[in-house]
């Protein structure tokens, strides 16, 4: 994506980039939120929605359905959208702290290895990256 991070346009290039992703595998949903402060100490919200059989879809300015938020900075964000550095990566360093019910993320396991397989399939086809 060549939009500014948490621009109008980033936003809209995510929503596009997630339709495109294969409908995902497996049963039942999950909705990860983000939200990010950035460096004028604005929070920015959004969530992802995984749900079997359909592609990611992406709802901005809500976390009120979120089973898990991961809560960060703009320089994280920076890293984790850039694939500098996994979500992992960054909670283990304390960059990403993570608010909700974390074994939603291992009982989603096969929806967000999609997901993240999605992803880098449009990314990488698009040329530019």
Do not use: C, K, N
Request: aromatic share 4%; hydrophobic share 40%; charged share 25%.
């Amino acid at each position: 994506m060549g939009a500014p991070l948490l621009s109008e346009e980033w936003f809209e290039e995510l929503a596009a980039t997630l339709a495109s992703v294969p409908p995902l595998p497996g049963d039942g949903s999950l909705r990860i939120g983000q939200l990010v402060t950035d460096h004028d100490g604005e929070e920015r919200s959004w969530t992802i929605a995984l749900e079997a059989g359909a592609p990611p879809r992406l709802e901005r300015g809500s976390l009120e359905d979120a089973e898990v938020v991961l809560i960060e900075s703009y320089e994280a964000a920076r890293a984790l959208a850039s694939g500098e550095a996994t979500a992992a990566e960054l909670l283990e360093a304390g960059e990403i702290t993570l608010r909700g019910d974390a074994s939603r993320l291992v009982a989603s396991s096969e929806q967000l290895e999609a997901l993240g397989a999605g992803l880098r399939r449009t990314v990488e086809g698009d040329g530019s990256g």
